[in-house]
């Protein structure tokens, strides 16, 4: 090999390689700074524009008012705040990361145009957030309308140990995209209470929407607790969305306990009232497995009209009105009619206030092995505990949900290796019933 060709191969390999930078952002910094960590930006809009893949933006800690002048874009009925459409790439995403030790805050109490204000507008893909918290996002509009935490648009996108609370606005709206992970996230305390009355109807903690084509979007060790709709909801998706390991507590109150919207737990489907015409071919199967929902208005799991099945595997209902409502229509998407095509296996629940099981055909569902069609009565001595205020002790250090033993099995309950080999990990000689196995 010649010298000329040696430097010639030298230089290709030298120019493929990401060399990462990292920025910061800072409640005392401003966008006329380099964004070095002794000269921060004020804002990520701003960071927004020095990134490349790789590249990760460090968010110290404190409360950022964010103010109007700070609105990015004006589109239609739209304001966004933040406005990211800068992508990484696969292996060299762009990180914006609260700085190790410290909680940034975003407060948007002072952001009231005369629009939807979305405070962050996620359309770029390979971006990972971590580790801070979004808070008041207001409702201004009177009529039928929504303001959001994150509306997303991007793919491969990674959400993790957020907090969207206190506010008027849904925590989490995916809209598009695929391969996303919403992971360890809490939505709570959110109530509009300027549109339609007060009424609350669109403020649900987490929403998944997507086109066909939007694949594999997954939510996974989530809570939502007092948003003044649904906990989590996915109607209108065109590809299956999985929740997994997620909680839902009280959604259809306010803190205080007064009535509000809908109150469902998960809201796994449904197509409103489009035309048959224009429903996904074929119809989702969504996921809804290991999760837990509790004393929320309306049910705990309910499968909102959907026009087909969908697969429901080791979750636990406590204290809803009704724990689990599969309630389906026909293709037409007008007829409603008891729920059919559902997979359901080691489900428990427990002290509904009106109904266990509603609206499920069991002979047009495969449903073995769940507690309400086994040889088992389900009472509190089969349960370590029962205290609800367990369910939102803080995370842990890494994110993930805290140990409780609320409904966690005891020994010798006869729920205890009740359930069905359906393909995860598990403890005895079967798999247990519900959310957690016994210890």
Known sequence: MTKNLFLLLMLLVSSTLVKSATFYVAINGSDLNPGSINKPFSSIQKAQEAVSPGDTVYLRGGTYFMSESQITRKQGIYSYVTYLNKSGKEGATIKYWAYPGERPVFNYTNVKPATRVIAFYVSGS??????????????TLLNHTQSECFQNHGSNNIYEQLSMHDGQAIGFYLLAGSNNLILNCDAYNNYDYISEGGRGGNTDGFGSHGKKGDVNNIFRGCRAWFNSDDGYDCINSFEPVIFENCWAMYNGYTPDFKSRADGNGFKAGGYGSR???TLPVPI?????????AVRNKANGFYS?????????FNNSAYNNSVNYNMLNRLADNKTDVPGYGHLMRNNLGYKARLTEVDKLDVKQSDVRNNYFNLPVKVDAKDFAGLDESELIKPRKADGSLPDVQFMRL???????????DIGFTYKGNKPDLGY????
């Open 126 to 139: 390979f971006i990972h957030f971590k580790g801070f918290e979004v808070v008041g996002v207001q409702v």
């Open 275 to 277: 035309a048959a015409s």
């Open 284 to 292: 989702p199967r969504n996921i809804i497995r290991f999760s837990l």
């Open 304 to 312: 909102n009209h959907h026009t087909a099945g969908s697969d429901w």
């Open 410 to 420: 005891v020994r010798g309950s006869d729920l205890v290796n009740a359930g069905l």
């Open 436 to 439: 957690l196995e016994v210890r």
